[in-house]
């Protein structure tokens, strides 16, 4: 395991591989500042392909795949512990091999960052539902937060009642919950719609 993470380590840390990760996280430390850039042309331009191409990809898995990335880092970062420990107690470690080893610490870290923000970090940085859907920000009470809670939970435990077990049963299958989803995300869209177009014809009539 060791020599064939260092083999991958060592093919993947090239000049131009450096080259092109700063790069990319200069880019996108530059590009997270504008949130505005970032809704537009990442959250509501690429990021809908990655999505596609990662449920595509990944979607039958019966577990995350970004949950087995995870355990690959944390694998990664328990051999390389393990290997400096190995050195340190055998009192073989010099300069050559500390440098070379920050380096390999660095460049996977660096490596990490780029694929973690391009593939859906960015989305941190976009303006936010607010924006979205016109909202007006105003403060809120701890007491009005704990109703619209229990007023959610009312209104999911009163639909929940409504769906026949063997609808429940077809949830399980992530293709029939990603149609349903999606369904579901259109009719809000529409009653969404709606809302603004029937609120701007009332102010509208007052108006005249």
């Known amino acids: 395991m060791q020599q064939f993470l260092g083999i991958i380590l060592e093919k993947m840390m090239r000049a131009w591989s450096?080259?092109?990760?700063?790069?990319l996280a200069?880019?996108?430390?530059?590009?997270s500042l504008s949130s505005g850039f970032i809704e537009e042309y990442y959250s509501n331009g690429v990021y809908p392909i990655i999505s596609k191409i990662q449920r595509f990809l990944?979607?039958?898995l019966p577990f995350s795949f970004g949950d087995l990335i995870y355990s690959?880092?944390?694998?990664?970062?328990?051999?390389k512990t393990w290997q400096i420990l190995k050195v340190s107690f055998k009192r073989k470690y010099s300069r050559q091999y500390f440098l070379e080893g920050l380096k390999q610490i660095i460049?996977?870290?660096l490596f990490v960052y780029v694929l973690f923000y391009l593939l859906w970090g960015l989305n941190y940085s976009r303006k936010g539902i607010a924006s979205q859907l016109n909202l007006k920000m105003s403060r809120y009470s701890l007491a009005e937060l704990d109703t619209l809670t229990n007023v959610l939970e009312k209104r999911l435990n009163y639909y929940a009642a409504l769906v026949e077990p063997s609808q429940r049963d077809s949830f399980h299958k992530k293709?029939?919950?990603f149609r349903e989803g999606y369904q579901a995300y259109q009719l809000a869209v529409q009653s969404v719609?709606?809302?603004f177009e029937l609120s701007a014809e009332v102010n509208q009539t007052f108006v005249i």
């Open 18 to 23: 450096w080259v092109t990760l700063i790069l």
């Open 26 to 31: 200069i880019l996108i430390k530059l590009s």
């Open 58 to 60: 990944f979607g039958w």
């Open 72 to 79: 690959f880092i944390i694998l990664v970062l328990l051999v």
């Open 107 to 109: 460049f996977f870290f």
């Open 175 to 177: 293709r029939n919950l």
């Open 193 to 195: 719609l709606c809302v």
